[in-house]
């Protein structure tokens, strides 16, 4: 049965710094198959917002809801559902690049993960740099890998933080595709980008933030 | 293109190329993805999950264990001569003790203890505050916390390691102190036993407290534990001085002691039953904090580099506080900076407190009759809270960029980051004249002239011993080592321990020798004229290798219109 309300509800979300407001009673509904682009200028409050909608810092008022249920990052539930690439990705020094996505497969219960996981790397351009350590990557590898966690496992809601960074213009075009063909297979997404390739290709709704939104 | 190409290319009457220019050519989006077949997701075990990581690093580890005690080694020697160096000052202790008869001595001895127990209690909150208790590395926050699993399968081993740490530091240091205050067998094991089992108490409430995200309640108690901790150490150093009478037999508070070690059983229980069935619930952010921070300083304190730890915690200290009231600087030029520190102090005023605790220390010392070393222990106490006061000066130390952007030779600006430090040395030095004087039982020692010079003195060796430890270069491995009997060694290392103390030995040798503090105050004038940076050994060689080009250049450019100069 297909779902009626939205995927994400986010309700009078403000968040302050010290007396600095950063965001300001906003609200969002994502429901399934939609796709929404922040955009806005460094220090607009993009990567707050997003921060605050999957719980990695608090929120001074509003709520944010996922799937219905209230989020909350520790709450196994909302894990299985919400896939993130933000800027916050760390690696196990001593695990090679498959099984850090071998890792992730088997934790969210995937049934096939070898198979997955290959797949996914093969798309993400990453087999020939299977068998390395994380810190022998190039930046643009470890984001093709930060994007590929996304990708083997169940979800309902993808949060992407300037996804593009870092990538070349084959990758930003993969990327736009996928997303894209993501959203058109019914997964809610909501990204902070400064890419217009990316914004045109996948976004269904844009919002800009900041002083200078004009909405 | 470069300058020089530039004028070659104009030299050579040919026009600049002109920059290649490509059409943006626009990019297909791909079609073809994979997606994962829709399968229900298996039911996952999370200790399979540990299993297959260690699976997967069997046999992937490139130095045996030997090897890593061998690299540390650097560590656990400095902790040897630091052990050594404890051990001798334990001793030497417990022969002053010993010969303590009066009754004041007797009770000064038999509060001690308690001293002990509060600050093992505080430094146990810190520690807990500071880390978790609970942790997690950066990775496993990325890879296992971000999966639906039962986090407090994952956890639960990570809270028994802080809980037996702050047990056995405890109980160690408990015992440690009621072992030197002179206490029998039973006393010994009940201070120990209290000490060691108020700690396990406390850490267990600093976990339910991070479960429950009550962070302000360990605050608290540590806040209390602290202020405990200097009431009973004013209390000693009261009673030994004979201001305040009190007689109390050795074993008169045991009962009490006895009751503080049952209520940390009590709360240890408590604390660990509602943290364990909690631990699924404290938030990835800051599992991954502590364990970050852990991470970060794990390096710096393998290579000794005390200052890079401390820039860890005051790092982590801004980060956390996130913002403050932005103020409007004062004043021009250098006068600028020093508002600037001013301001800063005002608004961090945390270090004033342990500013004024360190008081204690000489008059503690004068009460207890040991006026001949209180200005080395005082001035030794007053490196460790003179430090959080030179954040500038680390900071212009640490990196050369800061001190670029400022219009001022280096020893300028480094004179201006001791301007509020040394304010606040000198209202210290004031404070403590009486102790230097003889306010004690032991009766007056020197005049009251001399001792204001020997408290100046002792304040400003504690300045310079700070100024020194802040400054200091971190130990260069890159250096060739020196053979020791422990290993190859960087020769920095061993001076790098006792940076800063150095200076406070140096300082106050003249007072120690009854030369008089006009001598130790002449030393204060010759180390701060090299501590200011007068001779920085790398400023004056990058000042001789320009000088060197400029030469060069000069050269170089004479020779060139000697060429080009037409014949007649």
Known sequence: MARQGPVLRVKDLKKSFGPVTIIERFSLDVRAGEAVALTGRNGSGKSTLLRCIIGADRVDEGTVELNGIKMSETNPDIRRELATVIDDMDFFPDLSVVEHLDLLARAHGVADPETVVDEVLDEVQLVPQSGQLPGTLSSGQRRRLALATAFIRPRSLLILDEPEARLDVEGVAWLAGRLKAERQRGLAIVMASHEPTLVDAVATRTLRLGADAGE | ?568
């Open chain 2, 1 to 568: 293109m470069s300058k020089r190409a530039r004028k070659n290319a104009k030299a050579a009457g040919t026009p600049p190329p002109a920059p290649a220019v490509t059409e943006p050519v626009p990019v297909e989006l791909p079609t073809e993805f994979y997606f994962p077949p829709d399968d229900p997701p298996i039911p996952v075990d999370e200790r399979d999950l540990l299993a297959v990581m260690r699976d997967w690093r069997h046999g992937r580890a490139t130095r045996t264990i030997m090897q890593v005690i061998s690299d540390g080694y650097i560590a656990v020697l400095s902790l040897l001569v630091l052990g050594a160096m404890l051990a001798g000052a334990l001793l030497r202790t417990q022969s002053l003790v010993a010969v303590c008869t009066t009754s004041s001595c007797l009770t000064a001895r038999t509060l001690l203890p308690w001293v002990v127990l509060f600050a093992v209690f505080a430094l146990t909150l810190s520690a807990a505050h500071l880390f978790g208790p609970v942790l997690a590395s950066a990775a496993e926050g990325s890879w296992l916390m971000d999966a639906p699993i039962r986090r407090r399968r994952l956890l639960t081993k990570r809270l028994v390691l802080p809980l037996v740490l702050a047990f056995a530091v405890g109980l160690l240091l408990g015992v440690l102190v009621a072992l030197l205050s002179g206490n029998d067998t039973a006393s010994i094991a009940v201070w120990g036993g209290a000490t060691g089992l108020g700690a396990l108490g406390l850490m267990a409430f600093a976990a339910a407290a991070q479960a429950r995200e009550a962070r302000g309640a360990v605050r608290i108690a540590r806040t209390s534990a602290a202020a405990l901790t200097a009431v009973a150490g004013a209390a000693v150093v009261s009673v030994a001085a004979g201001w305040v009478h009190l007689s109390l037999a050795p074993d008169a508070l045991l009962p009490v002691v006895a009751g503080v070690g049952v209520a940390g059983v009590a709360l240890a229980v408590a604390g660990t039953m509602y943290a364990t069935t909690h631990l699924g619930e404290i938030r990835r952010a800051r599992l991954v904090s502590g364990g970050s921070l852990v991470s970060g300083m794990q390096g710096a304190a393998f290579a000794l580099d005390l200052g890079l730890v401390r820039d860890i915690l005051v790092d982590r200290e801004s980060a956390e506080r996130g913002h403050v009231k932005p103020v409007k600087g004062r004043g021009t030029g250098i006068a600028a900076l020093v508002w600037r520190d001013v301001e800063r102090l005002y608004r961090w005023p945390r270090a004033l407190p342990g500013l004024a605790l360190s008081l204690l220390v000489p008059y503690a010392l004068d009460a207890l009759g040991a006026s001949v070393v209180n200005p080395l222990l005082s001035g030794l106490a007053l490196i460790v809270v003179l430090v959080p006061f030179l954040g500038s000066l680390r900071v212009l130390t640490r990196t050369k960029g800061l001190a670029r952007t400022l219009p001022f030779p280096t020893t300028t600006i480094r004179t201006a980051a001791m301007v509020v430090p040394a304010i606040l040395a000198v209202v210290w030095g004031l404070a403590a004249t009486p102790a230097f004087w003889g306010i004690g039982a032991a009766g007056q020692e020197r005049t009251l002239a001399d001792a204001v010079l020997v408290s100046m003195a002792t304040a400003l060796a504690g300045l310079m011993g700070a100024v020194r430890w802040v400054t200091a270069k971190p130990v260069d491995f890159n250096t060739p080592m020196l053979a020791t009997g422990a290993g190859a060694m960087p020769p920095t290392l061993v001076f790098n321990l006792f940076r800063g103390l150095d200076m406070v030995v140096l300082i106050c040798a003249p007072v120690l020798l009854g030369w008089g503090a006009g001598w130790s105050l002449g030393l204060v004038a010759v180390v701060f004229v090299f501590l200011r940076g007068t001779f920085d050994m790398d400023e004056l060689k990058a000042q001789q290798e320009q000088a060197m080009r400029e030469q060069q250049a000069l050269k170089s450019e004479k020779d060139k219109i000697r060429v080009s100069r037409p014949r007649r």
